[in-house]
């Protein structure tokens, strides 16, 4: 079924004669718009997961700030992801010839003005996606100072940058305006001096680019310097690392403004609606990269069936017959939480422990030496009394 809006604007003749209705009425609507609602889709189950994971598995910790600062961010990408879908349906995404013949000039100017408050709420939701992910990492090395103080700087270029985003956009008329060029109708009201649109968006993406950057440069400070076993250095990457998925797409968001600045009518390959696409999934993937160790401990417990008691160490002393070097080797790691715990604060992990090692000890009798750890808290800090060793 054709346009409505084609048909009215050949019946009107305001269509020249050399454009085709071919060009017209070309379109790739109908996939942006599914990948549109796939995308924010999953980031939107990813973020709910992650707070039910916390909530009601890991109930030791709760909700944190992180986990916050994540919902508010998903709240507001799913208001710019309706305005991306919004822009496509007018007609944003089409043609030039379709929006210079075929869109009247209310609607086009509507475009502009869509196109510049979509990328206000844009940058909105990466900066709460980023700051969530700050939080987290803040739990993660809250023993660190070293840390804590990049990460305090890291938060500080973040804010600039955002500032910096906003007022190019707000700013980028003067006097201020949301639009970016004049209708017909304007030119003998519009007194604007503007900066063009490919310049101030270059100037968004390589900062948003740079921001990805730092944010997700820091776990892979934090595999090279923190001093872990091998193998939580291999689940920290893997829970991590997907972050640099995200600075692939900001790179591409950066190539696709290139692009679209120097978009001609014989080159033209709908740089315009990939780009909204990319931006959609920038926020979606940064939502998900930085979701993933809240939801691993559901994958965990529901799609591994791993033990519960895994989210505090790994691994329980195991109660094979006569091996006192398999004990240790579970003593050690519950030493090993004293010093560095991946999804918690220190003595909620050392507590989380000997409440393991409890269960353990009323379940089942082991040959051989039994160690039992007792545990105290006191003013935040864990600690271990005198181990006992009993003999059988």
Same mark, same amino acid.
């Given at each position: 079924?054709?346009?409505?809006?084609?048909?009215?604007?050949?019946?009107?003749?305001?269509?020249?004669?050399?454009?085709?209705?071919?060009?017209?009425?070309?379109?790739?609507?109908?996939? =942006?718009?599914?990948?549109?609602v796939?995308?924010?889709?999953?980031?939107?189950?990813?973020?709910?997961? #992650?707070?039910?994971?916390? #909530?009601?598995?890991?109930?030791?910790?709760?909700?944190?700030?992180?986990?916050?600062?994540?919902?508010?961010?998903?709240?507001?990408?799913?208001?710019?992801?309706?305005?991306?879908?919004?822009?496509?349906?007018?007609?944003?995404?089409?043609?030039?010839p379709?929006?210079?013949?075929?869109?009247?000039?209310?609607?086009?100017?509507?475009?502009?003005?869509?196109?510049?408050? =979509?990328?206000?709420?844009?940058?909105t939701?990466?900066?709460?996606?980023? $700051?969530?992910?700050?939080?987290?990492?803040?739990?993660?090395?809250?023993l660190?100072?070293e840390?804590?103080?990049?990460?305090?700087?890291?938060?500080? $270029?973040?804010?600039?940058?955002?500032?910096?985003?906003?007022?190019?956009?707000?700013?980028?008329?003067?006097?201020?305006?949301?639009?970016?060029?004049?209708?017909?109708?304007?030119?003998?009201?519009?007194?604007?001096?503007?900066?063009?649109?490919?310049?101030?968006?270059?100037?968004?993406?390589?900062?948003?680019?740079?921001?990805?950057?730092?944010?997700?440069?820091?776990?892979?400070?934090?595999?090279?310097?923190?001093?872990?076993?091998?193998?939580?250095?291999?689940?920290?990457?893997?829970?991590?690392?997907?972050?640099?998925?995200?600075?692939?797409?900001?790179?591409?968001?950066?190539?696709?403004?290139?692009?679209?600045?120097?978009?001609?009518?014989?080159?033209?390959?709908?740089?315009?609606l990939?780009?909204?696409?990319?931006? $959609?999934?920038?926020?979606?993937?940064?939502?998900i990269?930085?979701?993933?160790?809240?939801?691993?401990?559901?994958?965990?417990?529901?799609?591994?069936r791993?033990?519960?008691?895994?989210?505090?160490?790994?691994?329980?002393?195991?109660?094979?017959?006569?091996?006192?070097?398999?004990?240790?080797?579970?003593?050690?790691?519950?030493?090993?939480?004293?010093?560095?715990?991946?999804?918690?604060?220190?003595?909620?992990?050392?507590?989380?422990?000997?409440?393991?090692?409890?269960?353990?000890?009323?379940?089942?009798?082991?040959?051989?030496i039994?160690?039992?750890?007792d545990?105290? $808290?006191?003013?935040g #800090?864990?600690?271990?009394?005198?181990?006992?060793?009993?003999?059988?």
């Open positions: 079924m054709g346009d409505p809006r084609i048909d009215a604007a050949l019946a009107a003749g305001d269509v020249p004669r050399r454009i085709s209705v071919a060009i017209l009425e070309m379109n790739r609507d109908l996939s =942006a718009t599914v990948s549109i796939i995308v924010t889709a999953l980031a939107t189950l990813i973020v709910l997961c #992650r707070l039910l994971s916390r #909530r009601f598995i890991i109930k030791r910790f709760g909700l944190g700030l992180d986990d916050g600062i994540a919902l508010a961010s998903l709240v507001v990408f799913i208001p710019f992801a309706a305005l991306c879908l919004e822009l496509i349906q007018i007609g944003g995404g089409r043609t030039f379709f929006i210079e013949f075929v869109l009247d000039e209310a609607t086009a100017k509507r475009i502009q003005v869509i196109d510049s408050i =979509a990328h206000l709420v844009y940058s939701a990466l900066l709460l996606c980023r $700051v969530s992910g700050l939080a987290f990492y803040y739990r993660i090395c809250a660190h100072k840390f804590l103080i990049a990460i305090r700087v890291i938060f500080a $270029v973040l804010i600039v940058g955002y500032l910096v985003q906003m007022l190019l956009v707000i700013f980028h008329c003067k006097p201020v305006n949301m639009a970016w060029l004049p209708t017909s109708n304007d030119d003998e009201l519009w007194n604007a001096t503007c900066l063009q649109w490919y310049q101030v968006y270059s100037t968004i993406s390589g900062i948003s680019l740079a921001c990805d950057f730092l944010l997700f440069g820091l776990p892979v400070a934090m595999l090279k310097i923190l001093d872990m076993p091998r193998k939580q250095m291999v689940q920290l990457a893997c829970i991590l690392l997907p972050g640099l998925v995200v600075v692939g797409i900001s790179c591409g968001r950066v190539a696709l403004v290139v692009f679209y600045g120097n978009e001609e009518p014989r080159t033209f390959k709908f740089a315009f990939r780009l909204l696409i990319v931006e $959609v999934s920038e926020v979606s993937a940064t939502l990269a930085l979701s993933i160790p809240g939801v691993k401990p559901m994958v965990d417990k529901f799609i591994l791993k033990d519960n008691c895994s989210e505090f160490g790994g691994s329980r002393i195991s109660s094979n017959r006569g091996s006192i070097g398999s004990q240790s080797s579970g003593l050690s790691t519950l030493k090993g939480l004293s010093h560095f715990n991946v999804l918690g604060d220190e003595s909620a992990a050392q507590y989380g422990a000997a409440v393991c090692l409890g269960e353990q000890k009323q379940d089942r009798k082991q040959e051989g039994q160690v039992t750890v545990v105290y $808290v006191e003013d #800090r864990s600690k271990p009394t005198k181990g006992r060793q009993n003999f059988i």
